[in-house]
């Protein structure tokens, strides 16, 4: 693996660059042997691993664009050999933004600005998260208490109901057994 295939693999995040005559691609972001290939970029409407939005919790939270974004950094970093001590990842890292990065207005400063403003928004959405799950659950649990009276409301209703309805079949007997002994008197009557 050439110094020149992993220079040529970082370059292509910042600029299109002609076909790599040695390699025969017609692919100018093939990345060339040895180097990993680019990530699929991120997609805040396609398809991600999660169902969170980041760019809109971005946004929400006022973070401007920048010329080159700490997530494409951390694309070109993954790509690099995992073998290369830190130490000359970085230095290739401050040699690329010196040639490439500083005309767009790409400097360490700024994408340790972006990473450090994304990071925050980050914490912030998840502590606001947190409030509003905590808010929701407890309304939650304040509806099913609500719910649980009312249910034991409703249970002794039906039981005084109950109550009520044997004890107005109790009187309606009682009623018709002594309206019972009118009949039975003038029936007697009847045969005597």
């Known amino acids: 693996m ?3 295939n992993i220079l040529r693999g970082a370059a292509s995040v910042f ?8 390699k025969g691609s017609s ?14 970029p991120f997609q805040p409407n396609g398809p991600t691993d999660s169902a969170f939005d980041f760019e809109k919790i971005y946004r929400q939270a006022g973070i401007v ?25 970085r230095q290739m890292m401050r040699e ?34 947190n409030k509003n799950a905590q808010k929701f659950v407890a309304s939650a649990q304040s509806d099913i208490e609500d719910l649980h009276r009312q249910i034991a409301q409703k249970r002794q209703a039906i ?9 107005l079949e ?8 002594r309206l019972g002994e009118v009949l039975e008197f003038f029936r007697q009557n009847k045969t005597s």
């Open 65 to 89: 664009g920048v010329p080159l974004k700490a997530e494409q950094i951390r694309g070109m970093l993954s790509r690099l050999p995992r073998n290369l001590p830190q130490e000359t990842k």
């Open 159 to 167: 039981e005084a109901s109950k109550h009520e309805l044997t004890e």
């Open 2 to 4: 050439s110094i020149r």
């Open 170 to 177: 109790r009187q309606c007997r009682a009623e018709c057994e």
């Open 15 to 22: 600029v299109e660059l002609p076909p790599d005559p040695s």
């Open 27 to 40: 692919d100018p972001y093939s990345p060339g042997v040895g180097v990993n290939p680019l990530p699929v």
């Open 96 to 129: 690329m933004l010196t040639t490439l990065g500083k005309p767009a207005g790409a400097t360490i400063d700024s994408i340790v600005a972006d990473a450090s403003a994304k990071i925050s928004a980050l914490n912030t959405s998840a502590v606001d998260a």
